[in-house]
């Protein structure tokens, strides 16, 4: 069994904790250690490390390898530029099936939480034991708890395999991030899940759908495959890649395929895109105050509050994000959460680079 | 002329930036210098250095020796407990009595802004020269341009004296902070004057009426005079002030005495009574976002924001108050700036004396 961690993403909803060179996946936001360290733990038991992958930004190549120094060099792979998953996916695709004809490979990403790791695993080795037995291309669902809106939707069809105590279904079709009434309406029709970006299938089963959705990508790809594991992949990673069409594996072969499966997850997920979303997690005080660091609220409820460096005092506020990074601080409201990153085009524009 | 500055204020609605070793009126809120420099500086051209006496706490004594290196180290009488403007004044006039014994005193709390200085001290020559010419207790009060209810009000009775351009008139009475309401009504009807705390008179006018109204206290005082300027006045100081009655001297003397007249200030004037108050005079970006430091705001307007030492980035954010002091942090709505002292008590109850 392989593993590919798609470490490419710059969080940038995450400011002005992530920057640039230290995007949210290299930070411990949500523990001791960095999203992508906890990635990686969180699969060691099913997937030995010679057979993890990583890919990830170039100019993070240094800090990756720093913080994953138990993997093979070489099991860490640099884009250039980022293009998307599908473009990724392909890459790592091409990578497992030269070393493991029948290789079934995990695909997911650095930034998730998971809660229960346990039942993690035991999801995913049913998947695996799927997409053994069939050419299918399988995706985890997580089943709801709240009619999130920023997350995409799975809407199921009939039940197609079963393993155990475990169902797959086939997937009718794909939904955008819902507006709360739409989520709301999902979540009471059941058979919607959230849309969790991890997917298990045969190396040579994505392969071949890449090939019929996404045929001039996959052409692209063919340009690398020569190149794998030897010492010009960087060069002709630098002339290809850039190239490449930019699209999500969603978009591109998941909503078009006819052999997708979907198993329901009930491990708990966040996808912590935002700063009000990884507070979920976080320790809170009596006024829903979710905090890391010293917090003294006074009359101030249902804030969301980093500041590891020094005393924060909230005085008659509610539902504020808080954020010190040390030499930045943010402050918005939680319901403009999604649009932190926004922040950094102004900051751009203000010749701010150093913060961003 | 002598002068006196009442400097003994905690300041507690300035915090984190004001701390019980370094209140409002040591530090550089509004300018460069601290308010106390300058309010010495404002006065310098009326008053010689060692006629200007400071009134301050016992352990800011070397923070306050420190920023008046030019006023003679005798000049700066510590209050080993503060004891309210009653006490604070009449050991001031003891002292300038004994000096000079019809000697004129102006008294001005340290931590006060004015705009026009010159206007400032042309009132005050004014105010000094009725002050001789009669026994009065003369009040400056402030042309009101706003219905405030952070102040006191002085409604006038009749014009009783004038002296060049300028009309000092009796006092009908002193009214405690009105509601929004009340002050629109006095701004409405006219004759109404912000109490600014200003004062001028003879130092043995002013203990007369202490004698007169504050019996209790005067001869509290006069325990005090003996040691004036001696050896053992700290220790006297230690042994007596603690049991003096506190009482404001508005309270105490202003409400009662029927020599009381109030000249008409117009030099722009602020208490600097509250993060909100100070703001009013400081840079504005076009979303009248008041900042010191460097603030990006994204659609966020009318924000109070005082971070010197990190960039602060506001999104969506409106009529707040952010302030970084360096190990410590405020966020509250501007309404609620009058509460900020009432953070100390609870940052007591908590263990956290270090943020006091």
Chains 1, 2 share one sequence.
Not at 214 to 232: F, I, R, T, V
């Amino acid at each position: 069994m392989h593993a590919v961690i798609m470490a490419g993403g710059k969080g940038t909803r995450f400011w002005p904790r992530s920057r640039e060179k230290r995007p949210k996946q290299l930070l411990n936001i949500t523990g001791s250690r960095s999203m992508l360290q906890q990635t990686v733990a969180r699969i060691r038991e099913l997937v030995s490390p010679q057979y993890i992958l990583i890919i990830a930004g170039k100019s993070h190549g240094r800090e990756v390898r720093a913080q994953l120094e138990q993997l093979p060099a070489e099991n860490i792979i640099l884009e250039p530029v980022g293009r998307n998953t599908a473009a990724c996916i392909g890459l790592a695709a091409l990578l497992v099936r030269k070393r493991d004809r029948d290789g079934v490979m995990l695909v997911m990403p650095a930034d998730h939480l998971i809660v229960d790791e346990a039942l993690f695993v035991k999801t995913l080795k049913r998947a695996a034991e799927a997409a053994l037995l069939k050419d299918v291309l399988i995706t985890i669902g997580i089943r709801p708890t709240a009619p999130e809106t920023g997350y995409g939707y799975i809407e199921v069809g009939e039940p197609k395999l079963r393993l155990g105590n475990d169902q797959l279904y086939t997937v009718k079709s794909f939904h955008e991030k819902p507006n709360r009434e739409r989520a709301a309406e999902y979540l009471r029709q059941g058979g919607f899940f959230w849309n969790s970006g991890i997917f298990i299938w045969k190396a040579r089963t994505i392969l071949e759908a890449l090939q019929l959705y996404l045929p001039d990508l996959y052409a692209g790809l063919q340009k690398l495959e020569p190149a794998l594991e030897s010492a010009d992949f960087d060069q002709r990673m630098a002339a290809v890649y850039p190239d490449l069409q930019s699209i999500s594996i969603d978009y591109g072969v998941m909503e078009k395929a006819r052999n997708v499966l979907m198993i329901p997850g009930d491990f708990g997920w966040n996808d912590v895109g935002s700063w009000a979303a990884v507070a979920q997690l976080w320790p809170r005080d009596e006024n829903h105050n979710a905090f890391q660091g010293t917090l003294v609220a006074v009359e101030a409820k249902q804030n969301v509050v980093y500041s590891k460096q020094r005393l924060c005092v909230l005085l008659g506020v509610d539902d504020l994000i808080v954020v010190d990074s040390g030499d930045a601080l943010l402050v918005c409201p939680k319901n403009r959460a999604q649009d932190v990153g926004k922040v950094l085009e102004l900051l751009r524009q203000k010749g701010l680079e150093q913060y961003l």
